[in-house]
């Protein structure tokens, strides 16, 4: 199955991962049943501002789509952008 915007997630590290340009933007996660919560998203300092956490976030949501997953983003970064996008409402956990 190919993943959503080039995201992947990486069990072993608990995170999901979005390579730009060999920089890495990664979302850190726990699992709860079929719950991901959200506990970190980092960009590296060139990123920043650049859209590439957003990317990131809009391929983890594509990943939490097809797999029928519910999200928890303790992130506030996490957080806001689930609220800008009112679209993805549905995967919020209740």
């Known amino acids: 199955m190919t993943e959503p915007a080039n995201v992947t ?11 730009v340009n060999g920089q890495l933007v990664f979302a850190n996660y726990r699992r709860q049943g079929e719950t991901v919560i959200i506990t ?13 956490a957003g990317r990131l976030m809009q391929g983890i949501v594509g990943i939490l ?17 689930l609220k ?3 679209e993805h409402a549905g995967l919020l956990a209740p």
């Open 9 to 19: 997630d990486n069990p072993d590290r608990s995170r999901f991962e979005l390579d």
């Open 65 to 81: 789509r097809q797999r029928n997953e519910k999200v928890v983003p303790l992130c506030s970064y996490a957080a806001a952008w």
């Open 40 to 52: 970190h998203v980092e960009a590296p300092v060139a990123l920043r501002g650049s859209g590439a």
């Open 84 to 86: 800008r996008k009112p």
